[in-house]
Each structure stands twice: as structure tokens, then as C-alpha cells.
């Protein structure tokens, strides 16, 4: 039904009891489809980025764990959740930053262990991941709604790493304010970053605001700075992997640099995120930031760019502090700096 209020990219959905995504290592050069009936492989996309972004990478474990229940041979509801249990942890071990994986994987398990057929826990759990699918776009849509007052008209926003459409299942959270923002009436304008070395920004968001005629110029992310004392842009909006009550933010590596120069330059330094990106009970020194492979690094596509040998330092993302960030936005509203007291208000109220 979504599909009728958005009709952009679809990042992930279940079909024929598969589940199908668009192949994320392949853009910008080839929009493909990939489809897997087989929990295995959805952990193996996780890793691999064919699928990433928080809010996908959530309801694509949720799919995941349906295809689990589908494979699972048991023929007793107890044996049915060991088997689950077992590819939640494979799921789970992909990617340890973004808390909307051990979110999406929490609720299918929750809805299996209230079940006592194992025939009905498996539908209900096919339905579930779909729920949650068609309820990433409704969230999307009105944290857009909520995020468009901030912006004005004729602003140029920056924008780091992908937090679109394909970041999510669809719309997109920090890319999902920009849509709204434009679709309010306002005439708006968007600095994308680079975002090496996975280049997220220049292979997908640049990919899916040209796809959508959103006026976009992408930047190396060493010309931040320049863009930012310039006067080339005038507001920043990310989205988050990871929100603590505190309101520490942890997002794409580089974006704690992004927030350092805004402050410097008095540039108003917004995240979007739905509340199943916050996680209420960690403090900074639990969370664990993912290093990936040196490769990303030393190679772009397969093209050497470093020395054989080279030692490399390659964390995927980073935290950026309470006190650069203007405000957190929500579809339950927009969190204000002192962010320990109103992110408990915007918990409380959905109560
Ligand atoms: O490594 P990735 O591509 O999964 O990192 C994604 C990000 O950091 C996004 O900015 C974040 O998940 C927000 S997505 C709406």
C-alpha cells in the first residue's frame, strides 16, 4: 500500500517466500535485483553491503529470520525457535555498530515465542518482517513531515554518507527530510559527500536524489571544510546507525568530522533517525564500532591505490557528541539539545 504514497527505489521486500533487494555493490553502474531463499545468503549480503543502512539492514535480518523459519525442518514450536535462535546469531554477527539489526531480529523472535503451531509461528513471522517493511516507509515519511520544518527555502544541505531510500526500505530517513522538505514547495539544493572509502555518498545517494530530480553536486570529503567556509551550504542532515539516551550519535565514519567544521562555521548540524535506531540501555565505551577490511581502503573497485603491505586503519563508523548536534529527528517529533531529557519525552509520549 505504500508503494502508492512512494514511488521511488525499494531497497528490500519479500516475494514468492523469497526475499528480494536491490544489489547495492552494483550501483551506480547496474540497478540489479537479488533474490535469496536462504538465510546464509542474507547474512553474507549484510556482510558484503549488498544490502546496508541501518533501518535495511533491520527489516532485512527480519527477512531473514522468516526464511530461517521456512528452512527449519521442526516439527515442534520449541524446536522451531533453536533453530531461529540459531540464525538470529548468524544474522546478528554480520554488523555489530547499527542497533536496528539486533531491533528488527528481537522482534521476530518475540512474535515466534508467542506461538504454539509451528506452521502459524512461521506465517506470523513472514507477516511480521513485512509489517515492519511497510512500517520503515510510514516512519520515513513522517519523520520527513516533522524534519521539513527545519529547512527553508532556498537552503543547501549537506548531507553524509546514505541515509536514502536504500538505506532503508524505502524514502529514507536523513534523504527522506530532503524529499519532504522539496515536496513542502521549498527550492532546494544538496551537497553530497564522497564518503570513502565505500563511497556511499558519490555510488548511492548521489544515485537516488539524481534518479529523483533532486538537484545534488557531490564533494570529495576533504572539501567539507572549504564547502562549509564558504558559504556553499547552510544546513547538514545525516541519519544514525546508533543513538544513546544521551544522544550521542554513531554514524558513517567521517560524520563526527562533518559536525566538527558546522560548529566551527555556525551551520545547524541535524540526524534522522526512527526510534529503533536508539538504544537506551548502552554508554559510549559499549558500543562497538565495526573496522572493516583494509581493501576498502587500499583499492578502489579493483584498482590498487597503496602500496602492497601497507598497514591500513579502516573503522566504519564514528561518534559524534550531543554537544555539536542541533537536533535528533524523529517520527515521534524533533529531540532538542538537553537530548537526555527530551529523548525520554519522545519515548514517553509514544507510550
Ligand atoms: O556502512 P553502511 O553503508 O551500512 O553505513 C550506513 C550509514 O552510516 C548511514 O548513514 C546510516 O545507516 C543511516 S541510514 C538511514
Request: aromatic share 6%; charged share 20%.
Amino acid at each position: 500500500m505504500t508503494d502508492l504514497l512512494y514511488s521511488g527505489l525499494r531497497t528490500v521486500e519479500w516475494k514468492d517466500n523469497a526475499v528480494v533487494m536491490i544489489d547495492q555493490t552494483k550501483l551506480p553502474n547496474e540497478l540489479i535485483h537479488v533474490k535469496y531463499t536462504d538465510y546464509n545468503d542474507v547474512a553474507s549480503a549484510i556482510r558484503n553491503l549488498v544490502i546496508r543502512g541501518a533501518p535495511a539492514i533491520g527489516v532485512a535480518g527480519a527477512f531473514g529470520l522468516a526464511l530461517a523459519g521456512l528452512q527449519s525442518n521442526a516439527s515442534t514450536p520449541e524446536q522451531l525457535i533453536t533453530d531461529l535462535e540459531s540464525a538470529k546469531k548468524v544474522l546478528f554477527e554480520t554488523r555489530p555498530t547499527a542497533v536496528n539489526l539486533a531491533w528488527g531480529l528481537e522482534q521476530i523472535m518475540i512474535v515466534a515465542k508467542k506461538g504454539n503451531d509451528v506452521n502459524k509461528i512461521k506465517e506470523s513471522i513472514i507477516n511480521t518482517a513485512k509489517q515492519m517493511a511497510e512500517d520503515d516507509i510510514t516512519i520515513n515519511m513522517t519523520m520527513g513531515k516533522h524534519g521539513s520544518q527545519l529547512f527553508n527555502n532556498n537552503d543547501t544541505i549537506m548531507t553524509h554518507c546514505n541515509a536514502g531510500s536504500l538505506a532503508t526500505v524505502a524514502y529514507g530517513t536523513a534523504l527522506g527530510v530532503i524529499r519532504a522538505t522539496k515536496d513542502s514547495g521549498k527550492n532546494i539544493k544538496v551537497i553530497a559527500t564522497e564518503t570513502r572509502p565505500v563511497q556511499q555518498g558519490s555510488r548511492l545517494t548521489a544515485f537516488e536524489l539524481h534518479h529523483d530530480g533532486i538537484d545534488v553536486s557531490l564533494i570529495p570529503d576533504t572539501a567539507v571544510g572549504y564547502s562549509m567556509a564558504n558559504k556553499l551550504v547552510n544546513k547538514v542532515v545525516v541519519g544514525a546507525d546508533r543513538v544513546l539516551r544521551t544522544g550521542h550519535v554513531y554514524n558513517k565514519i567521517g560524520t563526527y568530522q562533518v559536525a566538527l567544521i558546522a560548529k566551527q562555521h555556525g551551520i545547524p548540524f541535524y540526524v534522522a533517525a526512527p526510534l529503533s535506531t536508539f538504544d537506551m540501555k548502552s554508554n559510549p565505551q559499549d558500543v562497538i564500532i565495526e573496522q572493516r577490511k583494509g581493501t576498502e581502503v587500499t583499492q578502489i573497485g579493483d584498482k590498487k591505490t597503496a602500496p602492497d603491505g601497507i598497514n591500513v586503519i579502516n573503522p566504519a563508523f564514528d561518534m559524534t557528541p550531543p554537544e555539536l548536534i542541533s537536533g535528533i529527528i524523529t517520527e515521534a517529533g524533533v529531540a532538542k539539545p538537553p537530548f537526555e531529557e527530551s529523548i525520554k519525552k519522545l519515548f514517553e509520549a509514544k507510550k
